[in-house]
């Protein structure tokens, strides 16, 4: 298995086999799902209802982080918390064939969550408050902890190490990330006091599924410890107002079960300008792997990386700007 292409084997037959390896009699359906970082398949099973097959990315995680995430997931649903969990089989969760390391899932539907009403919104956050609750109640040992330096100026380095940006750019791109970097190092330090936690890590909209009995949470692939607003503020979206109106539902969910800090309003902008610096360094990390130049071939595009640095540019703005206040 090559480094730089760790899913070149992972064949349709191969997945089926390590359907069967884990006991399960597969009928030969193979679907893939959307997913990069891993690879993840919807596999029928004769007799039954179709599984869910989550490959992990070698090298990425230890098996004592993959089991940790496991473990929270599990957790979590027992609480009776709608968290999409691995599937326990005599004890194991965790599997391995021909190299790869995979765990298995119910299949479980949905759509896009539009969070368009004050009621859903309200709901999302009762969850994601019981999430914190029940996250508060015990810590990681192996999973990795919300880092400015590792989601910021690590990957922006990287970045320019690998000659990414055109020659014209690198240097105003190297200024400009410099500036924002350390402005967000002064308003996060030390995440403002507040509480760190296990958390979702990388609660966006497509890692949320809705139906009509309500939202379920799949994917905690990124669960982490860090502070809980981490979990919030992807749900939110347009202008200053709209957000603030977004937030202050889902927070009223979301206190019934944990009070939240409000301190933690200004690290908004801040943690949008890590993950901004950090989804481009994620993109070149994988770049060798065929899946990336497929799903991003603007990527290597000059045009890209103008409208990154203009983004950039605006989320300066916003991250010297006055915070979120409700």
């Known amino acids: 298995m090559r480094p730089e292409t760790p899913y070149a084997n992972l064949s349709p037959d191969m997945v089926l086999a390590a359907i069967d390896a884990a006991g399960y009699c597969a009928d030969g359906r193979v679907l893939a799902l959307n997913s990069y970082e891993n690879r993840v398949y919807q ?11 989550k490959f992990y990315r070698p090298g990425r995680w230890t098996d004592a982080a993959i089991l940790e995430e496991h473990a929270f997931a599990r957790e979590l649903a027992a609480l009776e918390i709608p968290v999409v969990a691995p599937l326990d089989l005599a004890g194991v969760t965790l599997h391995a064939h021909a190299g790869f390391r995979y765990a298995l899932f119910p299949r479980r539907g949905g759509r896009w969550p539009e969070l368009g009403t004050a009621d859903d919104r309200q709901w999302l956050g009762r969850f994601l408050g019981r999430i914190h609750q029940a996250g508060r109640a015990a810590a990681f040992a192996h999973r990795s902890r919300l880092e400015v330096g590792e989601l910021g100026r690590k990957s922006r380095d990287f970045l320019l190490r690998g000659r990414w940006l055109p020659d014209y750019l690198a240097p105003k791109y190297e200024a400009l990330t ?12 030390g995440w403002r006091g507040a509480r ?14 809705w139906t009509d009995a309500g939202p379920h949470f799949v994917d905690l692939d990124d669960c982490s410890t860090g502070p809980a607003v981490q979990d919030l503020w992807m749900l939110l979206a347009g202008d200053a107002e709209e957000m603030r109106a977004q937030l202050s539902d889902i927070l009223e969910g979301y206190e019934r079960f944990l009070p939240f800090d409000r301190r933690e309003l200004a690290l908004i902008e801040p943690l949008r300008a890590l993950r901004m610096i950090h989804y481009s360094a994620w993109i070149a990390r994988r770049w060798s792997d065929p899946a990336f130049p497929r799903a991003f071939p ?11 640095y203009r983004a950039l540019e605006e989320q300066l703005a916003a991250v010297e700007a006055p915070p979120l206040e409700l």
Not at 43 to 53: C, H, K, Q, S, T
Not at 196 to 209: K, T
Not at 298 to 308: K, N, P
Request: hydrophobic share 45%; net charge negative.
């Open 178 to 189: 410099e500036a924002l970097i350390e402005e967000v190092e002064r308003l996060a330090e």
């Open 43 to 53: 596999v029928g099973i004769e007799a039954g209802d179709p599984l869910v097959a």
């Open 196 to 209: 760190l936690a296990r958390i979702h890590g990388d609660c966006h909209r497509g890692n949320i599924l």
């Open 298 to 308: 603007w990527f290597a595009e000059t045009r890209y990386w103008e409208d990154h």
